[in-house]
C-alpha cells in the first residue's frame, strides 16, 4: 500500500479556483491508477476524476459529467504527486475532497486501495 496525505483544501467564492494536491509515499507510486473522490454531508462519496497508472490499459483521463470542463487531474510520478485543478467553482462542489489509489498487482504482489484522510472544500460567498 501507499500512504496518501491531501492537502489544498479551503474555503473559495463561487467561480474561484482552488488546487488540491495528493502526496504519495513508497516506490512504485507510478503504477497506481489514481482518483479524487468527494463527500457531501448527507451524501455518498462519489467519483470525481481518475488517471490512469503505468499497469492501466487505458491512458485517458476521466471525470464526473459534474466537473467535466472545469476540473483537470494530473500528476507528476517522479515527484510523487497527483493534484486536482479545480475552477469555476460552485457551492455543490462544496464536498470533503479523497484522494485514492486503485488496487494493483505488480511484481507478485498485490496492494490494496489506499484512501488519503481528506481535505475539505467549502465554496461559498
Known amino acids: 500500500q501507499v500512504q496518501l496525505v491531501e492537502s489544498g483544501g479551503g474555503l473559495v467564492q463561487p467561480g474561484g479556483s482552488l488546487r488540491l494536491s495528493c502526496a504519495a509515499s513508497?516506490?512504485?507510486?507510478?503504477?497506481?491508477?489514481m482518483g479524487w473522490y468527494r463527500q457531501a454531508p448527507g451524501k455518498q462519496r462519489e467519483l470525481v476524476a481518475t488517471?490512469?497508472?503505468?499497469?492501466?490499459?487505458?491512458?485517458?483521463?476521466n471525470y464526473a459529467d459534474s466537473v467535466k470542463g472545469r476540473f483537470t487531474i494530473s500528476r507528476e510520478n517522479a515527484k510523487k504527486t497527483v493534484s486536482l485543478q479545480k475552477n469555476g467553482l460552485k457551492p455543490e462542489d462544496t464536498a470533503v475532497y479523497f484522494c485514492k489509489a486503485a488496487p494493483a498487482y505488480c511484481g507478485g504482489r498485490s496492494y490494496a486501495a489506499s484512501w488519503g484522510q481528506g481535505t475539505q472544500v467549502t465554496v461559498s460567498s
Open positions: 488517471i490512469p497508472g503505468t499497469l492501466s490499459s487505458g491512458t485517458s483521463t
Open positions: 513508497g516506490s512504485i507510486f507510478s503504477i497506481f491508477t
